[in-house]
């Protein structure tokens, strides 16, 4: 045979090995096992294809569930296992209950919200769905969240806490209010949600309690700002932890939830500083309620948590966006939040400045009784804590937009000194306010400096206040007596001279959705705390339900 026909059978021969392999691989399972075991020691090609290959390895056994990290596990642990015995606590969560409410119903007024707002498509009406206040929306409980926290707020006039981290704790309303009357709705109807309960109001005073603690505990020594995160982080987290409870969730469910809040994408705070100031910062809230209620339904159907969310090393949140530092906590949870919380009572105002602007409205009245105005202004210093100058100090910053004009200090206070009034038309383009050149140039000459004790005391537990004061230079070279003032009127120290004004200010913002009888009903309801606590939550949330609202 010729080297040549040798070549070519055995090129032949090779080509076909292949597809004698191919073969052996398809044969039935027995015969592979038995050719497994006949295999020699020298066929180990074989023998890592054999069924019984794991048997007979050194492979380690399947891995032990995690522990959560300690912070996830108090948060759950606090939500299923700590009761509220703290009627202070619960006086404080009524009044911020109807503040809030009010809060959304005045955000109503507003056609930039109200376009937010509805179904996502156009007639579609849930049934046993969350029904919105101030509409004749009735929406699924996600949608409902987003709904409601976005009326909330969208005017920045409802409460406030602020420490190393800032917020609006009732922001968690949205998803609280949202999935409550659901649930109720849903269970009278004969369903078994959240164990087949219709939920009282004071069972959702309870959960704004502990969503206010959450929140706000964590705030206490953790600044989210400085590394460019959003404070709707917290109430994500907040939302979740206390709607997974309402819905019968088990605590590892909770903790599955809060995992899931955590490791969800976080908003940058962009939208809320120059040059990118937007009317995301009003929604920015709903959109954190919406998202904490999606995600703890996703959990209701099975779907587990992160264990290690935030410790885990490279992936976990401290390492990726909390400059690998972990959480500081300055006290366990309990009902601290909701008893020291803020009220914005006097101006719809970014909270830092709200002193400033009761200081601005004493300078006003003293220019009027001195037979002058805020035209004879020359400059004015306005002595602040550092969180007042990080956050609305915007001096020589463009006012281009609502959301411009409601985070700055220097126009929030030339408004009060020009016309002794700060109301939410103040801020619309094209407004009185927005459009005076007199504003503008005085908005220009107010200098802020920090005082760092007033600095001190804002972070001071025991203190908390936000001082503002103002020292006003005129043009012929007269210096007014500098005005103080440390603590706001929503302030805890000022919570019984509060609460009346508190009141005014929820009924004013009832008004213009309600008949006078109708706003007296609710006013009366609100005011007598034990008929208000026992009412079901969906019967007191078809009270304010409008089916010809002028405003969506």
């Known amino acids: ?88 606590a619960f006086d404080t969560a009524r009044f911020v209950f109807l503040d809030t409410l009010g809060c959304g119903l005045e955000g109503l007024r507003f056609k930039e919200c109200t376009k937010l707002l509805g179904p996502i498509v156009e007639g579609t009406v849930v049934p046993n769905g969350t029904k919105v206040p101030g509409t004749p929306f009735q929406l699924d409980p996600v949608n409902g969240a ?59 005073l309870e959960a704004m309690i502990k969503a206010h603690e959450i929140q706000g505990c964590l ?69 954190a309620c919406q998202r904490a209620v999606n995600l703890v339904l996703k959990v209701m159907k099975g779907e587990p948590g992160v264990p290690t969310v935030l410790s885990a090393p490279v992936w976990g949140f401290y390492d990726v966006l909390f400059k690998g530092n972990k959480f500081e906590f300055q006290r366990p949870y309990g009902s601290y939040v909701m008893e020291n919380v803020l009220f914005k009572v006097s101006y719809p105002a970014e909270f830092h400045s709200q002193t400033a602007i009761e200081a601005a409205k004493r300078i006003h009245k003293q220019l009027a009784d001195q037979g002058k105005s805020a035209a004879d202004i020359k400059e004015i210093t306005c ?30 206070a030339a408004v009060m000194l020009v016309y002794g009034r700060l109301e939410a038309t103040d801020y619309t383009d094209g407004g009185e306010a927005a459009t005076s050149p007199l504003v503008e140039s005085l908005r220009q000459k107010i200098k ?22 103002l020292t006003v230079t005129l043009n012929d070279g007269t210096v007014l007596e500098e005005v103080v003032v440390e603590a706001p009127l929503g302030h805890k120290l000022r ?20 008949s006078e009888e109708k706003v007296k009903e609710l006013v009366d309801l609100g005011n007598d705390a034990k008929r208000l606590e026992a009412m079901a939550v969906d019967e007191y949330v078809d009270l304010y339900v409008s089916k010809d609202s002028k405003f969506v």
């Open 383 to 412: 002595r602040t804590h550092e969180a007042c100058i990080r956050i609305i100090d915007k001096q020589f910053k463009p006012m281009d937009n609502f959301a411009d004009r409601d985070h700055c200090i220097q126009y929030m």
């Open 219 to 287: 705030a206490l020594l953790n600044s989210f700002n400085k590394v460019g995160l959003d404070h709707v982080v917290l109430v994500k987290v907040a939302s979740a932890a206390v709607v997974s409870k309402m819905l019968g969730l088990s605590e590892k469910q909770t903790a599955d939830a809060v995992s899931q809040a955590w490791v969800d994408g976080q908003s940058l705070r962009t939208y809320r500083h120059s040059p990118n100031t937007m009317s995301r910062k009003s929604w920015a809230a709903g959109d």
């Open 146 to 204: 987003f709904n409601i926290g976005a009326m909330i707020r969208w005017l920045d006039y409802n409460d406030c806490w602020l420490a190393a981290e800032w917020g609006h704790p009732s922001d968690n309303l949205g998803a609280i209010l949202a999935v409550a009357d659901w649930i109720s709705r849903t269970n009278r109807a004969g369903g078994k949600l959240g164990n087949g309960k219709v939920i009282t109001v004071k069972e959702v």
């Open 448 to 469: 802020c400096v920090e005082d760092p004790q007033f600095t001190r005391d804002y972070h001071n537990e025991n203190m908390r206040t936000i001082p503002n004061a």
């Open 1 to 88: 045979m010729s080297a040549i026909n040798r070549s070519v059978r055995t090129a032949t021969k090779n080509l076909r090995l292949p597809a004698i392999h191919s073969r052996a691989l398809r044969a039935p399972l027995s015969l592979t096992l038995r050719a497994t075991v006949q295999a020699s020691p020298r066929t180990p090609a074989f023998r890592q294809f054999s069924a019984m290959s794991p048997l007979q390895s050194g492979a380690p056994p399947p891995p032990q569930a995690r522990e959560y990290d300690p912070e996830i596990k108090d948060i759950a642990s606090y939500v299923h296992h700590t009761p509220i015995t703290s009627d202070l």
């Open 495 to 514: 919570r019984e001279e509060a609460k009346p004004e508190i009141l005014a200010k929820y009924k004013r913002h009832l008004g213009p959705h309600y």
